[in-house]
């Protein structure tokens, strides 16, 4: 008799979790296979890398980036990226972390800013500029962004950045707003996160650089904005251009307060 | 030259877990360029793990291996402060090296 109520209760057990694991969902499928790549993300690779190339004297000056002033004054890299875009008054421009970097490329170590601006991703310096970017953000993980709003220019590139984000075009007719204006949307398995307003700790703004798992590149903030772009077939405002950190203060000051994970790991 | 691994031998009982991460582009001879040439296999053939200067681990690889590989594997015995070095080779004959002390 207690036998064959253990056998009952074991069947039972089995019920149970066979329908616990028919309850998962295909998101918490792709999360479990997240977590299992975090482990081993590469953008460890691109982060040692940049963290050395702070360092290198490099460019026609023969100079390093480390009197660099990326918001927090010339030298320090703790905190700065979550702080970023904002206002400089030296170039008297808002800019992004990958600009302000162009900045400094430019004034420190005498390399051509136009020119690097130029380059395709994944080439030349622009392999560099996403490996210091990659460190930089690595520098400020789990810090919360802290945006400023302060400066008249920065409040006009919030409303420059919300109405691109809005803007339709090319010739499928979609904004930024087409996908990512909605709770619970998806493509396919990917979930879309709502950035019209704070999509929480490590989503949106918060996650990038990211490393690709599909196709094994390291990409900053300024090549996923590149990638919207082409995903909508209208022309890149190109890189480091007031269109892409105009969107950049949009989505940062919405992440206001989210913790940023970045660099992360994406499909 | 190669970029460097990172190495992160952990103790946890009698054993280490060890990871590393590889730097390499690990291409497997199957792609076409964008002029329809195919882009010649290029990809880490022999991977090797020693502890203490003791070899632990040989294994072979084949172009199925993602790019920026990921290794991860135990080591009995092994405790904190001892030396762990990994070192690939390529089918070009390039080769790293990276030592890593368990902590």
Not at chain 1, 129 to 135: D, P, Y
Request: a positive charge.
């Amino acid at each position: 008799m207690k036998h064959s109520i253990s056998v009952l209760l074991a069947a039972g057990l089995m019920t149970l979790s066979l329908h616990s694991l028919a309850q998962k969902t295909a998101s918490q499928g792709i999360d479990e296979y997240r977590a299992m790549l975090q482990d081993g993300n590469p953008a460890d690779l691109f982060e040692a890398k940049g963290e050395a190339l702070w360092t290198q004297k490099r460019g026609p000056k023969n100079a390093s980036l480390e009197k660099c002033d990326l918001g927090k004054g010339p030298g320090v890299f703790k905190g700065v990226f979550v702080e970023l875009p904002k206002y400089f008054a030296d170039t008297g421009r808002v800019q992004d972390m990958e600009s302000r970097l162009l900045t400094c490329m430019e004034t420190l170590q005498g390399f051509n800013a136009a020119e690097i601006a130029k380059t395709a991703f994944g080439r030349g310096e622009q392999v560099n500029m996403t490996a210091l970017a990659t460190w930089l953000a690595a520098e400020s993980k789990g810090m919360k962004f802290n945006l400023s709003q302060a400066n008249q220019a920065e409040k006009t590139f919030y409303e420059v950045g919300k109405r691109l984000f809005f803007q339709r075009g090319g010739p499928h007719d979609f904004a930024c707003a087409s996908c990512h204006a909605e709770d619970g949307k998806r493509i396919r398995l990917q979930d879309l996160p709502n950035l019209t307003k704070n999509p929480g700790d490590g989503v949106g703004f918060a996650a990038w650089p990211a490393y690709r798992v599909s196709n094994g590149q390291m990409w900053g903030m300024q090549q996923r904005l590149n990638d919207c772009y082409r995903q909508q077939r209208f022309p890149y405002p190109g890189f480091a251009s007031d269109a892409t950190i105009a969107l950049g203060v949009y989505l940062g000051v919405n992440s206001q307060g989210s913790a940023s994970i970045a660099p992360a790991i994406k499909r | 030259m190669a970029d460097p691994m990172r190495i992160r031998a952990q103790a946890a009982g009698d054993k280490a877990t060890i990871r590393v991460l590889m730097s390499h582009e690990m291409e497997s001879g199957q792609r076409k360029d964008a002029a329809g040439k195919t882009v010649p296999a290029w990809f880490i053939q022999e991977v090797t793990a020693t502890h203490n200067g003791k070899p632990v681990l040989s294994a072979e690889w084949v172009p199925a291996v993602s790019k920026n590989p990921f290794l991860q594997f135990a080591v009995k015995g092994a405790k904190a402060g001892d030396k762990i070095a990994v070192t690939w080779k390529d089918n070009k004959g390039d080769t790293r090296t990276d030592e890593a002390t368990v902590s």
